[in-house]
């Protein structure tokens, strides 16, 4: 492999691991403070894909440029009502009780969502790429990529993680966060409503979900099951991460984007091993992930 | 007197008990039950099926159904996974009693089921699937495929390619990595090697089937620059690479082949250019040039998108074709029994060698010697044309199914190792949009 090919699967490794950032960093924050594994993480993902595809095709004819805000409007919208549903009716019940019970209802939601999915939207293909086609292509070595892909899904995906972590370690509310995630007990005993926290971090790791499947929606066919593949990929890198680890989300998305585009341009049959060949690999040396750290159990 | 009204009597009293007896072996209703994808990517081509099938089985009814008998559907999601398929499967032969059934869309459903029909002696036409090995490896009595598997229909589309492209150099192959895009390029490049072995293969890509993104595999082919890119995709993974694709200029640099692209056309609308070359599995085409103006053709058609939304894709048509080949061996097996309704098993022996058509597409032949389907193949590059906001095709060639299909009892693969150079120049007529 060349230095030119080498530059170009680099560019094409940091666009894949930006999108793939964007979905795992949301599911590894509620894990983080809620200690949930949100299976409906996916159903979540498909749901901002399909909701900004939605506006985006509305809005188009009236304004190109407002397919923008309508990616970041149908976010915020699935983060809200969806997530905000999904803490607040199925989860915050179950607070307390045995995991196995969170992980089969966040499944159930999964399956209820999948199916609600093909009653809104169908089963045919839907493609709403007007966002990237209003950026220009740029030209590496003769090879045209999108500016959308390797231009603006990093910046978003840089912003996320800086914002994220201004936001946990430079705010109250982040503070807050941060001190349920360390201890529920001692922090619901200073006076802070952990219930709130709670549906705090689900509606924006929710939020983060929809966010993907937004910015992947002028990319990418919205098909029936694309949530349930990158619910099974995000959880590949959470897991690699460390449960929880923003940065270490960010590391392991960049290490998977990475290693399938140089895999894709010299031995492409082992391109879908990549991310759980990884995972296997971390796990078998580092059992609680890349960043994560050996839980200490109270008695 | 008395004896005249007597035997008068007797023949009304006969000829009721005949009435009867008769009246007693038409069923009610005969029971189709049917196997498509109602959930998953796959139901893309499942649920179109699905609503063919219940507007045939409406309009078959409103004409008196098969022999004076309506027909009952009743479906099963093939996309419940392989255990959940087979337990629903008998339990639709078992308990519900289908007459027969259509299963299935995927290969890998097909190769479950065909089993399963075989043990439980109910006759089953392979609808939609492809895997050619099927019914090459054993001989089936109650399976049989109502249209044509992977070997003519890859072969008729590198046909094609050969006749109007013939002086390519290099290709990549960027197929689905299941069995459908590993057997397709198979049978592929194994008719190529045979045909055109200067060919140089460039790249082999399997991206993961419903992967959402292709940059990577469209930089390397970019870099590449190969003068053929072949893809067996289909549903959103196709529109996707062909989106993704056109977006980087990679349809202007190689010639793009769709090898079963007719039931993305309409989908990808303005953004499938000029010049790919198409194929229909089949000679599926809802501009079919031989048929588009016949009026039941175009009723049809135009039915069916009323009611979708859509023009009818290949998938529609091969469930049409189940339907129609079950109408015509019905109406065989019962005039094989003198007018009376005939058993399961004469309506097995009537199906063997039937040729049906539907006036969709060209005749198909039910081959006797291993119960596969002998139909046509119709491949056609892209054009645009007014009035229409999706690509049309043209320069289409409809191929003969005798000529591109492997001899019954002859493996696909080995049969493709033995065509010669000279196999691309065979007549095949050529029809303008």
Known sequence: MNSTLAILAVLDGISYAALVFLVSVGLSLIFGVLRVVNVAHGSLYAFGAYLAATFSLAIAPISPWLTYPALLAASIVIGVVCGGFIERFLLRPLYGRDDVLQLLITFAAFMIMDNLQRLIWGVQPIFAAEPLKLLPNISVFGVNYTSYQVLLLPGVALATLFGLRYFLRKTLAGAVILAVTEDREASTAIGIDAQRVYFLTFVIGASFAALGGALASPTTSLVPGMGADMIVLSFAVAATAGLGQIEGTALTALMIGLTRAFVIYLQPEFEVLVPYLLMVLVLLVRPFGLFGAVQVRKI | ?433
Not at chain 2, 165 to 180: E, L, R
Not at chain 2, 369 to 381: F, I, P, Y
Request: glycine fraction near 8%; charged fraction near 20%; aromatic fraction near 10%.
């Open chain 2, 1 to 433: 007197m008395n004896c005249f009204k007597a035997a008068f009597a007797a023949g009304i009293a006969l000829a009721t008990l005949t009435g009867a007896a008769l009246a007693q072996g038409k069923p009610q209703e005969i029971k189709i039950g049917i196997t498509t994808f109602l959930s998953g990517p796959a139901s893309v081509f499942g649920v179109p099926a699905k609503a063919a099938a219940e507007m045939i089985a409406e309009d078959l009814n409103k004409k008196g159904g098969i022999g004076g008998v309506p027909v009952k559907l009743s479906f099963v999601d093939e996309g419940a996974g392989g255990e959940a398929l087979v337990s629903n499967y008998r339990r639709m032969v078992q308990d519900e009693k289908v007459d027969a059934t259509f299963a299935s869309i995927s290969s890998g459903s097909c190769n479950q089921l065909v089993p399963v029909a075989e043990d439980l002696k109910v006759m089953n036409f392979m609808w939609d699937c492809g895997a050619a090995s099927i019914l090459e490896t054993k001989k089936y009595r109650y399976n049989f495929r109502t249209q044509a598997n992977g070997t003519p229909e890859m072969l008729a589309v590198l046909v094609y390619l050969l006749k109007t492209k013939p002086d390519f150099k290099t290709i990549a192959v960027v197929n689905q990595d299941y069995a459908w895009g590993r057997e397709s390029w198979e049978i592929f490049s194994t008719a190529l090697k045979a045909m055109k072995p200067d060919v140089q293969v460039v790249a082999e890509l399997f991206p993961k089937f419903g992967a959402p993104d292709y940059s990577t595999e469209v930089s390397r082919l970019l870099a590449l620059r190969p003068d053929v890119v072949l893809t067996t995709s289909w549903g959103g993974d196709l529109d996707t690479l062909v989106r993704q694709a056109g977006q980087r200029g990679l349809l202007q640099q190689s010639t793009f082949v769709l090898a079963i692209g007719e039931s993305s056309i309409q989908r990808l609308g303005k953004d499938l250019p000029e010049g790919l070359i198409v194929g229909a599995r089949g000679d599926h085409w809802f501009l079919h040039p031989e048929k588009k103006n016949d009026p039941a053709f175009k009723a049809f058609a135009e039915a069916f998108k009323a009611k979708t939304g859509a023009w009818p894709i290949y998938p529609v048509y091969h469930m049409a074709q189940a339907f129609t080949a079950l109408q015509t061996v019905y109406e065989k097996a019962i005039k094989a029994n003198g007018g009376n309704w005939p058993t399961r098993e004469q309506v097995v022996d009537a199906t063997s060698g039937t040729e049906f058509a539907t006036g969709f597409g060209r005749p198909i032949t039910l081959r006797p010697e291993d119960n596969q389907g002998l139909e046509a193949q119709l491949v056609g590059v892209t054009k645009a044309v007014p009035g229409y906001d999706f690509k049309l095709l043209d320069n289409m060639m409809i191929f003969d199914p005798k000529v591109i299909t492997n001899p019954a009892g002859q493996r696909s693969v080995d049969w493709l190792k033995t065509l010669k150079p000279d196999f691309v120049k065979m007549d095949v007529p050529t029809f303008k949009q």
